[in-house]
């Protein structure tokens, strides 16, 4: 098992609710031309969820499960900002009232711009739900560290999802990650360059026919890796199976947008002090498991 910090990490509760559908007013135009009228962000979704295709929904930015906010009127003010920093990929959501009281669920991500917290329900549970309802989230994760590898970050990962995602040692001072597909640069979009990578997610642009082909963006799983050049960042995304959105996230995805089509990411693992940059032929072959978690100077 990999040794953490966990038993230091600071375990908070925090609460929110679910944020209704967001609906922009006059018609959008897909990366095609074509103009639109269909759902957006938000809501109790209750025919997607996570393992869902992303591709094909008649929907634009539709987010999985259960969008949360802890102030929908403010969405970037107190207290909601604090819950996208503190609620981590794995954390355990409860519902505190109306008719689903004591259900739970677990957090799949971020979706900066709606500022949502997503969070994975049942359809069961779904059926229950209300937008009064309150939810209570047992925020632990950031500030988790791995002890036996300091060059390693961990970011919006609780300790009991990092034990269950099969990443072991490969014996050169490194870490094997299960993922089913590489990211490369030049698909990566909007969230790069943001001033902290606590909060928020990337976009995975999808638009081009050829490069999801030649990538595999539509065939995701449940672990995707994503890198941006010189500081070369890993995202495990959380599973559905490719798409043009993408949490949280793991693990997240937001499917089914058809505006020149991404998929969001959560930040789950880095490292800053990578030291070169390799070309796309060097990451060929690994799409099972992801070696590059290793610092060297190959």
């Keep these: 098992m990999l040794k953490t910090n966990e038993d230091q990490i600071v375990e908070m509760f925090m609460e929110c609710r679910p ?76 519902i505190l009232s109306g008719e689903a009281k004591g259900a739970t669920g677990v957090v799949i991500g971020h979706h900066g711009g709606s500022e949502h917290i997503i969070v994975e329900f049942n359809r069961q549970i779904k059926e229950q739900m209300s937008y009064d309802d309150k939810i209570r989230i047992r925020v632990k994760g950031q500030g988790l560290a791995l002890l036996d590898f300091p060059g390693i970050r961990l970011f919006n990962l609780s300790p009991e999802l990092l ?27 909007s969230g790069l360059g943001r001033a902290h990578v606590g909060a928020g997610d990337y976009d995975v642009m999808t638009s081009d026919p050829d490069t999801v082909a030649a990538y595999r963006l539509d065939k995701c799983g449940s672990a995707i890796c994503g890198f941006d050049g010189p500081r070369q960042r890993l995202w495990p995304g959380l599973s559905k199976r490719g798409g043009e959105h993408r949490h949280r996230g793991a693990l997240r995805l937001s499917p089914g947008r058809p505006r020149p089509g991404h998929y969001h990411l959560d930040d789950l693992f880095g490292w800053p002090d990578y030291p070169d940059q390799r070309s796309r032929s060097q990451y060929r072959g690994h799409h099972g498991h992801w070696h590059c978690l290793q610092k060297n100077d190959q």
């Design 163 to 189: 034990h269950n995602m099969r990443i072991t040692s490969d014996g050169k001072g490194g870490l094997t990650v299960p993922v089913t597909t590489l990211v490369p640069a030049a698909c990566m979009g």
């Design 19 to 94: 944020g209704p559908p967001r609906v922009g007013p006059g018609w959008k135009v897909d990366h095609q031309g074509v103009p639109f009228l269909l759902p957006g962000i938000g809501g109790i979704t209750l025919n997607v969820g996570v393992g869902d295709p992303a591709f094909g929904l008649a929907g634009d930015h539709i987010e999985p499960g259960v969008s949360c906010t802890a102030n929908a009127d403010k969405p970037n003010d107190f207290p909601n900002n604090s819950l996208q920093f503190l609620a981590c990929v794995g954390n355990e959501a409860k």
